[in-house]
């Protein structure tokens, strides 16, 4: 009891939010440009209703939309200072001072995979946020991420329900990914529901637990202690094996990548029935590692692919992985160089790159 | 009510407490009220169903022994296990049954079977898988004359619905406990504190170790398959295999202590399974109780053999190599039910038919029995790996899935460490590749920390302050993890 005093007190500021980004790096939930809301980081009702909003009024105000979706890249800052912004707010500043006609607007998930950019896409096409324009970050890493998390096969079951026909494998992937995740849901059900879930002893936990939390101010912070530990763990962990072992070059498992761009390939193809204009673009990426985070070789014939692959679909395609320079960016939780979170001038960087390439695209 | 959770604390306390300041005449029907409001605290309708299935066989129990006809006595046996199997049918079984008469239909292009549907929607009472098995033993001890009829239905409802074992085991003999019960029970502080220190550990495995697995076993089994290499599949295997024995021998723990508490002995439910080197090993050490329920009532009595009164020795006695070959069907036929005791699933089949394979062929190979003898270390690696590749359609949500994972790990091409690891996937969370190693080595050092404890060969000096600072750190855990959330996997059947 006397442990867990210590600790609490210990964790009690810590944000479980904000683990997993790297060291002093923040994640910006509600970005405003004008006071209105231009990103998204999950499908909460009240977000989405915030950002429809912000749409709706840009459409009344004839400015096109510029759908803009990413990786934790997009709405993390690393060292945050109160004038730092996203990149999407740095975009929408450039735009209105060029007097273009176009509101960004964004949507990033940690770790996101194409298929659950898909989901994302289809879910805000089914809320009335289809686009004028979409811009994807291609982050390579991400190709490795499987499957569809719980939360974008809810968003894709709604988006679905909105998609005329499936179109391409990507989409059908992603009807096979709701349909195991309903019956996985199904199967554990019994197990991952709240087993105390409409039963009297569900009250009678409750009022244990306001008791405890009322006697013991430090049992309210078992939570913020748990994840504390957690992460301490984890970091631990990480950090020994690098130690060990160095830092391991990260490699894509081709199935994986393969699967993954098939999803790549629905979303242009559901955009382009849509008659939405996309842009892709190669993620910012730290420059100057003594030991790059991938396989060079691989990551640089991908890309290469890629851009075929959008020639082929005239779909516009950039390459803007150099344009933070390496002193803006982070450290990871473990110390190491972090190759995918900047600084509010990365972000400045990137908003002005991508308004730059919109400016010539259009 | 769930054991991991602060209302289970408070129950326990305040109930031990009660218990053991009511005069002993009071106690039977204190303990059944405190069974009752224990199994209400998830719904208390179903408390009467539990109250009907005793008092059928309080009644099965008393007529078979007072008649004086072979024929009286068997039909008061069999309107005990129609009875007691009937709800378990009705109860568990009739979805599953529902489904596959609608698959055979469509094959056989009986259209109209589609569309059946019930008209009403069944609940699973929760543990009548294990009190349904307590009541039938009663009634099969009755009529074999092993013991003699209860003559007090409050004792009857105390030894079925006893809170400690009511929702899911272990399954003990009214042999076993009856005499406990009625036995007059005086205070051992020395028992309490030993109660309690089971419920300590049996909290710590389950809502420290099985419930910090389950999430990662999660994520390996909800991925498509054929994304997995063959090092992925064992990792699954083994985190599952870690996960459901600290599941449920935790849950057994908390029962067995709580038992302690209020001064009855309940045997082991788990022994070290994983350090088993053979199936026979395996199985007597495995959730005893139900193994050696369906040896005594189901698989001896298939093979003519004599069977046995206690809830003690598991299955090993199915693994003898001198077994005769005709007992292959009885020990199939006997796996196959006991897979679909666990759920109402084909995959649980599979699970079943699994074992009885592996039992088979332990009996029958001889390399496979000189290993045991000869080599014990390899032995028990292959056994460890035949039981953790035993989860597979255990935890798979389909046939397809346990067959596609069946697939890789026989197939050595996949065997290679996922890229999704050596990058350590935010999602996929490379730890578990280090849990996956770590718990096989936690346990056997365990092992053998508590072999040299029991052998006396640590010092007091050193043993004491040991173990209190290892029961500090788990009540710590405890505090840190507890939620009443996750429910113990053998709930649902």
Known sequence: ?362 | MLFNSWGYVLFLLVGVALHWALPQRWRIGFLCFASMLFYAMWRWEFCLLVIFSAAVDFFCGKHIARATHKRRRRAFLLLSLVTNLGLLGFFKYTYFALDNLKKVGALAGLTGLADVDLGFSIILPLGISFYTFQTISYSIDVYRGVIRPIDRFPLFLAYVMFWPQLVAGPILRAGEVVEQLERPRTLDWRRLSGGLSLVVLGLFKKVVLADNIAPMVELWYEMDPNLLTGIDVWVANFLFGFQIYCDFSGYSDIAIGSAAMVGLTFPDNFNWPYMSRSPREFWRRWHISLSSWIRDYLYLPLTGREFQTRSTGGMGVASQPDQQQSHAKALLLTWLIMGLWHGAAWTFALWGLYHGLVVLLYRVLKPLQKLVERAPPLAWLLMLHVAMAGWIPFRAASLRQALAMFAKILNPTTYRISGMVTGMSLRLAGYSYLWAALLPLGMVAAYFARKRTAEGRVPPAVLHPAKIVVTALMVCLILISMQARKQFIYFQF
């Open chain 1, 1 to 362: 009891v006397l442990a867990f005093q210590l600790l609490a007190q210990r964790f009690a500021d810590f944000d479980p939010q904000q683990t997993g980004l790297g060291e002093n790096t923040t994640s910006v939930e509600d970005a405003r440009f004008d006071g209105r809301r231009v990103n998204l980081i999950s499908a909460d009702p009240g977000s989405v209703r915030e950002l429809t909003e912000t749409v709706r009024s840009q459409r009344a105000a004839q400015q096109r939309i510029a759908l803009w979706l990413g990786a934790s890249q997009l709405h993390a800052i690393n060292d945050i200072q109160p004038s730092d912004r996203l990149a999407v707010v740095h975009a929408n500043e450039r735009g209105t001072r060029r007097n273009a006609p176009l509101a960004y607007v964004q949507f990033s998930a940690a770790n996101a995979n194409f298929h659950e950019l898909l989901a994302v896409y289809l879910f805000l096409r089914s809320r009335g946020l289809s686009p004028d324009w979409l811009i994807a970050a291609v982050t390579y890493d991400d190709l490795r991420e499987p499957g569809v998390r719980a939360e974008f096969a809810e968003m894709a079951r709604a988006g679905l329900q909105a998609l005329e026909r499936p179109r391409g494998t990507g989409v059908h992937n992603l009807i096979r990914e709701i349909e195991t995740a309903a019956q996985t849901a199904a199967t554990k059900d019994p197990v991952a529901r709240s087993a105390v879930a409409d039963t009297p002893q569900e009250a009678l936990e409750r009022a244990l637990n306001r008791t405890l939390e009322g006697v013991w101010p430090a049992y309210r912070e078992r939570g913020a202690v748990r994840a504390g530990l957690e992460v301490l763990w984890a970091n631990a962990v990480v950090a020994a094996a690098f130690k060990v072992r160095g830092r391991p070059v990260v490699h894509v498992p081709e199935e994986l990548a393969s699967w993954n761009l098939e999803a790549l390939d629905s979303l242009l193809e559901v955009a382009r029935e849509d008659g939405v204009r996309v842009l892709l673009y190669r993620a910012p990426h730290r420059p100057g590692e003594a030991r790059f985070y991938h396989d060079r070789a691989e990551y640089d014939r991908f890309f290469v692919r890629l851009g075929e692959r959008c020639d082929e679909r005239s779909v516009s395609f950039a390459d803007l992985e150099t344009i933070v320079p390496a002193e803006h960016w982070g450290v990871t939780n473990t110390g190491q160089p972090d190759v995918f979170h900047f600084s509010g001038v990365g972000h400045q960087a990137l908003g002005s790159a991508v308004d730059s390439l919109m400016e010539k695209a259009d």
